[in-house]
């Protein structure tokens, strides 16, 4: 079968040994749509083949049916990859919810253990860059410090977000803090329009309603309500939502380089939060923390104990941040949002399990109104996204 695909320029792939015309446009979404063809095969360029279309040209070419067997054994291998990503992502996330609440209710140090969890992550990354087994964010020193100076602002919000989540979750449920961090949305659009200078859709706006709602009620009904659990949670929220809006503001303006990746870019971050994580847990709880360890763990055992137990969130948490960007490279932003969705009811539901949480009828409600409330705002935004693209691609 000959398969010709024309946007303005035209190329010729075959397999089997039947002859079939079929003409599409070259868009990547077409391909879907003709049997046993994706995206890696339409990749194949012209120049690797003897179809008679040059790269030069911009030809993409199938030239047999080894090569669609090849590129279906990838895609089924990227589905497994894939959903490795997600279930790690759900178990990580599930054992630093839980560990850090346990460890918290044990120390109520929470500076002091958000600190270490993100110390912990910096040293695990830059014991992988010092073995070689993650490649260093930059080859020159220059390139390093341009790195450094673009990321302070994004490495001190994610200080501020962890800290501040941690804080939230110590003096209140591990429930009520995953519902009112369903609230990002809120932050991310206001900032998205105010700093981002981005258009925003009123059908967007709109989606946020059930959020806000949500939201509300909860905290109305939430039974273990407490003012650090609130505020905790919500500057985490907007620390979160600076730190992702100035990460947008450092990619469009290219200063990463080629030889940051996504990885890099994570673990860059986490050092230099470790940087501004230490100097304010000892302000904030310098003073107390040595004597409050001391009635946490009044033996040596039980000091190497809770010293595992944090080092242990620290690895949970930098783990599950790093394999959720991870996620999102192989999956549409869509799918990544509803699996986020998904995640905070999993954890919702398990610690509320595990720690005995007590829940009103008023707090369940209103904690799966602000839920259900994020999956609508995704498929806004996806719409909105779609529609602006249409627009420009229909302009040119």
């Known amino acids: 079968m000959v398969l010709e695909f024309t946007r303005k320029k035209a190329f010729v792939g075959s397999f089997n040994n039947e002859v079939m015309n079929v003409v599409i446009p070259l868009s990547p979404r077409h391909f879907a749509d003709v049997k046993r063809l994706d995206l890696y095969t339409a990749r194949v360029r012209c120049a690797n083949c003897t179809c008679g279309y040059s790269e030069v040209d911009g030809g993409y070419a199938l030239c047999n049916s080894a090569r669609i067997q090849l590129a279906e054994r990838k895609e089924r291998w990227d589905t497994i990859v894939t959903g490795l990503y997600f279930a790690s992502w759900y178990l990580l996330s599930i054992g630093h919810s839980i560990f850090n609440k346990k460890v918290t209710n044990v120390l109520p140090l929470p500076w002091f253990v958000a600190s270490a969890q993100i110390v912990v992550g910096a040293v695990l990354v830059c014991f992988l860059w010092a073995t070689g087994l993650r490649e260093a964010p930059a080859a020159t020193p220059r390139a390093l410090r341009r790195h450094v100076r673009t990321m302070l602002p994004i490495g001190a919000f994610h200080a501020v977000g962890h800290i501040s989540g941690v804080v939230g979750t110590t003096w209140g449920s591990v429930s009520f803090a ?80 080629e030889s940051l990746s996504a990885a890099n870019s994570f673990g860059l971050t986490t050092c230099l939060a470790a940087l501004f994580t230490l100097p304010m847990c000892f302000a904030a709880e310098g003073h107390t923390a040595l004597a409050v360890w001391r009635a946490a763990a009044p033996t040596a055992a039980a000091s190497r104990w809770l010293l595992l137990q944090v080092v242990a969130t620290g690895l949970f948490f930098y783990g599950y941040s790093e394999v959720a960007m991870k996620a999102l490279k192989n999956v549409h932003p869509v799918t990544h949002a509803v699996g986020n969705t998904m995640r905070r009811v999993v ?41 602006a693209e249409k627009a420009v691609a229909e302009s040119r």
Request: proline share 2%; glycine share 10%.
């Open 347 to 387: 954890i919702m539901l398990i610690c509320i399990l595990v720690f005995q949480t007590p829940v009103s009828l008023t707090g369940a409600v209103g904690s799966t109104i602000a839920i259900g409330g994020s999956y609508v705002y995704a498929m806004a935004t996806t719409a909105h996204t779609a529609a």
């Open 178 to 257: 995953q519902v009112v961090k369903s609230a990002g949305p809120i932050y991310a659009c206001v900032l998205s329009s105010v700093v981002l200078k981005q258009a925003v859709s009123l059908r967007v706006w709109l989606s946020l309603l059930p959020i806000l709602g949500g939201v509300v009620l909860a905290t109305a009904g939430e039974t273990t309500f407490a003012w650090a659990a609130l505020g905790g949670a919500v500057v985490s929220d907007l620390a979160f939502a600076l730190r992702n809006v100035y990460s947008k503001i450092s990619m469009s303006r290219n200063e990463q380089g």
